[in-house]
């Protein structure tokens, strides 16, 4: 099961938010599409917000979702080593959770 999502990277705009690709090229997330889709059952990203951008403030797409603002996630356990915050060490992914925040 997958579900569509607005693309959270370019807000379903299709356009690259910070503008460095051209307009014909277009949101690396989706495509240009302004539409992502994540496997089912997914959460909100907390390790950019939901946001589709990399926290560390870099232009690139948050690593954990890729720019999708959710993650896949079979489980609701919260992760015992972030308490699912998501962040690790340096403001990296969490290594126990991959920056998703729950664990199986
Ligand atoms: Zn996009
Ligand atoms: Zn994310
Ligand atoms: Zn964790």
């Known amino acids: 099961m997958t579900k569509i999502f607005k693309c959270a990277y ?3 705009t299709g356009q690259d938010p910070f503008d460095l690709l051209s307009a014909i090229s277009g949101c690396q997330v989706c495509k240009g599409t302004g539409q992502v889709k994540v496997k089912e059952p997914s959460i909100s990203c907390v390790f950019c917000s939901g946001t589709g ?5 870099a232009r690139v797409p948050c690593i954990v979702c890729h720019g999708k603002g959710n993650n896949y996630n079979e ?30």
Request: hydrophobic share 25%; proline share 5%.
């Open 75 to 104: 489980s609701n356990n919260i992760c015992n080593l972030c308490k699912g915050t998501g962040k690790g060490k340096d403001g990296l992914p969490c290594l126990l959770c991959k920056g998703i925040g729950l664990n199986k």
């Open 10 to 12: 370019c807000i379903g």
């Open 53 to 57: 951008k990399n926290p560390l403030g």
